[in-house]
DNA sequence: CTTGACCTTCCCCTGTACTGGAAGGTCCAA
DNA sequence: TTGGACCTTCCAGTACAGGGGAAGGTCAAG
C-alpha cells in the first residue's frame, strides 16, 4: 500500500510516517520501480502500538527502543515494565510539582481578590506577585 | 549599572537580560558613549516581579501584557486576576489529565508484572501496551 | 495529451526560555 | 602598551513531534 493510503488506515498524516521511518521507528519499506514507498499491511499494528504508547506518555525515542528490542528478536517485556515504572514515577513527580504550584497560585489569587488594589505599589509592578 | 552587574544583583545571566529587552519585558536601558548598557537600579525590583511571576507559572508573554498595562500607567489588578484565575484553571485541567494518564499507566504497569509474559504476540509487538 | 491527485526529497517553521560561541570593540591596571 | 575582563551584535542550537510548502516526478482517467 502507498503512503496515502496507510496514513488513512493508520490515522496518521504521511508527513508522520516518513518522520517515523527518519527516526528508526518505522523500517524503510519497499519501493516500487518508481520510488513510491509500498508498505505491508502489518505497518499498520506497528502503527497501532506506537498510539497505544504515545498515550501512555511514552517519547517516540522509548517507543523506538522498546520496537528495536522486538526487532531483535526478544521480547521486550522486563524493558517495558522498567519503561512504565519511570513513567509512573515521573506522573507521581510531576502531579506533586503542579499540585504545589496550584496551591501557590490559588492563594495568590485568593490576596488578589480580597485585598484593597488601591494599595499598589509602582516600584514593585504589583502586589499580588 | 552595567549589564554585568545587574545580572549579578538580580541572579539572572547576561544573556537573559538582552533577551528580556528583546523580548519587551525591559524597557531599552540608557547606553554610555562607548555603548554599554547602563541601567538604572530599579529595574532589580522589575526583574524580581519576572521572577515572582515566572514561579507563579506565567509565561514570558503573559508577564509582559502586566508589565505592559503598568507602564502604560494603570494598575493591572484585575488582569492579573484574570491571569491567576486563567492559570489556576489550567492547573487543575492538567492535574486531572495527568491523574488520568497515572490511572492508566498503572494499570498497564499492573498488568504487565502479573500476566504471563510468554505469551506475547509477534503481531502487536508487546501485549502490555 | 492534459489535468489532477498522488508521490519524492529538501529545508525551514512552530513554541519556550534561554545558552553558547564567534568576531570584534572598550576599559582599567600594571 | 599589553593583557584580561568586560561589553557589543549576530547566528545557531537546545527538546519534542511533526507541519508547511517548494520543486519536481508519476500515474490513471477523460
Redesign the interface.
Known amino acids: 500500500m502507498r503512503i496515502g493510503e496507510l496514513a488513512e488506515a493508520s490515522g496518521t498524516s504521511t508527513k508522520a510516517l516518513r518522520f517515523y521511518e527518519d527516526a528508526g521507528l518505522l523500517p524503510p519499506p519497499e519501493r516500487t520501480r518508481s520510488g513510491y514507498r509500498d508498505y505491508s499491511p ?1 505497518v499498520i ?2 502503527l ?2 506506537i498510539r ?2 504515545q ?3 511514552l517519547t517516540l525515542a522509548q517507543i523506538r527502543e ?2 528495536e528490542i ?1 526487532d531483535g528478536g526478544q ?3 522486563a524493558h ?2 522498567q519503561l ?2 519511570d ?2 514515577a515521573d ?2 513527580r ?2 506533586a510539582e ?2 504545589a ?2 496551591a ?3 492563594q ?2 485568593a490576596d ?2 480580597t485585598v484593597d ?1 488601591t494599595r ?1 505599589d509602582a ?4 502586589r ?2
Do not use: N
Not at 123 to 126: A, E, T
Open positions: 502489518e499494528s506497528r497501532d502500538f497505544r504508547s498515550s501512555a506518555g522498546i520496537l522486538r521480547a521486550p517485556c517495558v515494565q512504565l515504572s513513567r509512573l506522573l507521581d510531576q502531579i503542579l499540585q504550584l496550584r501557590t497560585v490559588a495568590l489569587k488578589a481578590t488594589p499598589c516600584q514593585s509592578v504589583c499580588y506577585l
